[in-house]
């Protein structure tokens, strides 16, 4: 275990540095826009080409990977990330924003898929798990450490725009200069969302609505924050705090889910997302501590939902098909999240910040209603036949991609069925 973990050590030390520049950008960009006057439906676009961009990547990356390599192509990817950051300081437009932003989730894309094609293939069985989740742990870190660093420097200034830009390029070194042998090429998974629908409508649909909601909310939450009137602090404070909440709910939620109807528990914790978003809809507090009080409790239910999905589409698929299951899901999310920034931007334009809520709300209560309608159609699998739960914090699910799914899984687990070893569509 001790010698996986050291193999993989200066590539996830890398990978902190990455996920810190991710959280960084991500933050800035909508708060230093915001201050610019930009209209919160431009704002809602970085995160709409951000997404489509990072659905792009998982499409076409795998390609330019087996083209030119690994190391050359991550390093390229990285280069890329590195001067968008520093451009972004220099051309302060929202149209060349939204544009450069596409172009930041596409190689995104490829970076993380490189990272995570490297730990998949440095792993064993026995690792795969502790090495899963102490990547999980430093993107989550990573990205926290990133936000936080918001209130250090004035956001009109291009000094953190310059931060970004030394965080990636810190991050391309351990790769680089190192001498261990690199990956097989990544594969392609080919994705039958026909299938995925018919093997789990209710993971399915979920998960679609579940990208909406955290889109909009991870694209325009620090958007919301500023025009409640919460300072850069409170704005990182509340971004951080909800990331944290829903990697310290994934355990019990998980563990729920296992032992009861996971479609119940999708549709409790959707319902407490709700009522969240509406509270925080119709009240509008002003109180910093009750606003991020609520946008916390928001957030350590909504984060539960995606693995709570997953978990629940790979009960009725056989094990080998757990990363064909996953990658459509995942692309459902993507889909997901270029809806909901385009969506809520404008819905924040036409009424008021406090409406982002309204957005989260109505694709919760849409969970709520179909996981209950599905639940009484279909019956649950029985509890010794569930597929294992793996959490999977989904405050940065856009940067998981099908190759961590390989990561997260080791392999066939259940016992394979005779016949078409295709999806069970029990």
Known sequence: MKRNLLSVA???????????????????LPVRGNLEGYATTTLGLLG??????????CLVAPKLVRRVGHVRAFSGFIAIIAIIALVSGIIIHPVWWVLLRAVTGFATAGTSMIIESWLNERATNESRGAIFSLYIAITLFGVVAGQMMIPLEDVRTPVL????????CIAMLPTTLSTAASPQPLKAVKL????LYRNSPVSCLGILLVGIANGAYGTLGAVFGAGSGLSDTSIAIMMSATI???????LPAGRLSDRIDRRHVLAAMSAIAALAGLLLAILQPSSPYFII????LYGAVANTLYPIAVAHANDYASAEDFVKVSGGLLLLYGIGTIIGPTIGGPVMSMINPHALFLVTAVAHVLITAYAIIRSRMRAAVPVGDRDAYTTIPTATSQTLTPESMSLANPGPSKTPETGDPALKYS
């Open 10 to 28: 200066s590539l996830l030390f890398g990978t902190l540095f990455l996920f810190m520049g991710n959280g960084l950008q991500g933050i800035l």
């Open 48 to 57: 709409t080409s951000w997404a489509a961009g990072f659905v792009i990547g």
């Open 161 to 168: 725009f310059m931060i970004c830009g030394i965080f990636y």
């Open 192 to 195: 039958d969302l026909p299938a």
């Open 244 to 250: 944290f909440a829903g990697a310290l709910m994934q």
């Open 293 to 296: 009080g609520l946008v916390v």
